[in-house]
């Protein structure tokens, strides 16, 4: 489990925000072909099982900050009605990927061994 350094973690049981997630899985998305907005939330919430999704709130301002520290590039698919706007990953953003995969795999890791925990143990759910 993560040292947090004496520190208790008050947030439970994931220790990566929501916001921080959902960068993180843009980012995921964006390494492998381009998304618009939409195709992103949906691409989500079906990889997610269509357990949750990330709303348009929340996407969309990611997207224009990923953009503007350049870690994304956008253009309009029909740049006269800029309709719809699909993004790709820059090689910088790769390079932030990254970094920030590798930050949050332990903290995926310490979130999932609390769920079986809770779930052995007060749900006698063997995992």
């Avoid at 939409?38 to 224009?64: A, F, H, Q, T």
């Avoid at 390079?95 to 890791?109: A, D, G, P, S, T």
Wanted: net charge positive; glycine share 4%; no cysteine.
């Amino acid at each position: 489990m993560t040292n947090y350094q004496g520190m208790r973690s008050r947030q439970f049981p994931s220790k990566i925000s929501t916001t921080s997630f959902v960068k993180l899985y843009i980012l995921h998305l964006l390494k492998d072909r381009s998304f618009y907005g939409n195709e992103i939330i949906e691409e989500i919430k079906s990889r997610l099982n269509d357990r949750w999704e990330p709303s348009p709130g929340m996407v969309y301002p990611l997207l224009r900050n990923l953009e503007a520290e350049g870690y994304i590039v956008g253009w309009w698919d029909e740049p006269d009605k800029r309709s719809i706007r699909r993004y790709r990953l820059t090689d910088d953003g790769y390079k932030h990927y990254q970094r920030i995969l590798l930050q949050n795999k332990e903290v995926f890791e310490d979130s999932l061994k609390i769920i079986q925990s809770v779930l052995k143990d007060i749900y006698k759910i063997k995992v």
